[in-house]
């Protein structure tokens, strides 16, 4: 059974930082991209960041563009969202997601993800 278990998440003054981290069991995911998104209350899932397998290609929506930063250590199966300069309007359940593909890109698209994690709470204060 595939699983992936986010943790790090908590409540932060605005201009903190927090680093999450997903662990992903049941499989490898050393050849497939991860990424992160995250839903505020009332609103859609958006993307954040993702990582292709190879950490060569990056990507991250235009809102964290310099204050976030996606990592991912394959030899744990794990992959990290680094946030600093934490904004009250990132409060959000932060989710971490995997592509069952092999070698794909690091897409925005939540459809191009197969396997998601239960989420985190993020709470930025201002």
């Known amino acids: 059974q595939v699983q992936l278990v986010e943790s790090g998440g908590g409540l932060v003054q605005a201009g903190g930082s927090l680093r999450l981290s997903c662990a992903a069991s049941g499989r490898t995911f050393s050849r497939s991209a991860m990424g992160w998104f995250r839903q505020a209350p009332g609103k859609e899932r958006e993307f954040v960041a993702a990582?292709?397998?190879?950490?060569?290609?990056?990507n991250y929506a235009d809102s964290v563009k310099g204050r976030f930063t996606v990592s991912r250590d394959n030899a744990k199966n794990s992959a990290y969202l680094q946030m600093n300069s934490l904004k009250p309007e990132d409060t959000a359940v932060y989710y971490c997601a995997a592509d069952r593909r092999s070698y794909g890109g690091s897409s925005s698209a939540t459809d191009d993800y197969d396997y998601w994690g239960q989420g985190t709470q993020v709470t930025v204060s201002s």
């Open positions: 990582a292709s397998w190879n950490s060569i290609n990056t």
